[in-house]
């Protein structure tokens, strides 16, 4: 997660999935297409495995909600979610065409299903995507699994109890040593049932320890604006309008396709 001093990562979130032009197609081709036309280096998205073994770029358990067709995924073919339509004209895409339509890209990926943890370790290593990507689930179980499969190589966000420890801690020091040093960023809301995740805090503790704090999903410029005064390193937005606007203002803009500039 390379990151030039007093930049900040920019993430669209599910291809920047509330940006008027294109809501309605979160997670397709067309979202990412936008994002990256924007300037997005870092885009977010899910994975879960269809019945026949396939990774999909797809948020929800079931096609229900963005999609003219149901089902659950992991009772589906591939052929079976092709026939469906997000926002009545996107194809579902699967994870392999995302990562070859977009080859100077890099992915956040949260792993949304258990039985995706070893196809995608697969995939990561026979395309060499070493680097390209940083893996996150709220399953500790997937992303202990995951981080085994892939011996470490691979960088991944906290699971739910290295983010208290960073939160809970009195010092960076008990942070780390409760936490341990296998994930690269604490990627976590803002806030949590009333309570302040992304506290002042949490991110000292984090960047004493060399690790990122990236925070989602922020799609309100007064919002984006306080965490970014707390020095946070990254964050996740639908708005992808509006958080560009903002890095814009502040100086704080980064892409590698498009340098510091709009």
Do not use: C
Not at 21 to 33: Q, V
Not at 243 to 249: F, G, H, P
């Amino acid at each position: 997660m390379y990151l030039p001093p007093g930049k900040v990562l920019a993430f669209a979130h599910r291809g920047g999935a509330y940006h008027p032009e294109i809501e309605g197609l979160e997670n397709t081709l067309a979202a990412f297409r936008h994002a990256a036309a924007l300037g997005y280096d870092y885009l977010e998205t899910d994975v879960h495995l269809t019945a026949d073994g396939v990774l999909l770029a797809f948020h929800d358990e079931v096609l229900d909600r963005v999609t003219d067709q149901k089902g659950a995924i992991r009772d589906l073919t591939l052929a079976d979610v092709r026939r469906a339509r997000i926002g009545g004209r996107e194809q579902v895409p699967t994870l392999v065409e995302l990562l070859d339509a977009f080859p100077a890209a890099r992915f956040n990926i949260d792993l949304k299903a258990d039985d995706a943890v070893e196809p995608l370790a697969t995939l990561i290593r026979e395309r060499d995507l070493w680097d390209r990507v940083l893996i996150g689930s709220f399953s500790r179980r997937s992303i202990r699994r995951f981080r085994l499969l892939t011996e470490g190589r691979v960088p991944t966000s906290a699971d739910l109890w290295q983010v208290l420890a960073y939160r809970l801690a009195p010092t960076a020091g008990i942070a780390r040593l409760l936490a341990g040093t296998s994930f690269a960023a604490l990627q976590i809301p803002h806030r949590r049932k009333g309570l302040v995740v992304a506290t002042p805090g949490l991110v000292r503790r984090a960047h004493a320890t060399g690790r990122h704090v990236h925070v989602w999903t922020v799609d309100d410029p007064a919002e984006m604006n306080a965490l970014l005064d707390r020095g946070v390193d990254g964050l996740f937005t639908d708005r992808t309008d509006l958080l560009k606007d903002v890095l814009l203002e502040r100086g704080q803009w980064w892409s590698e396709q498009g340098g510091t500039t709009a």
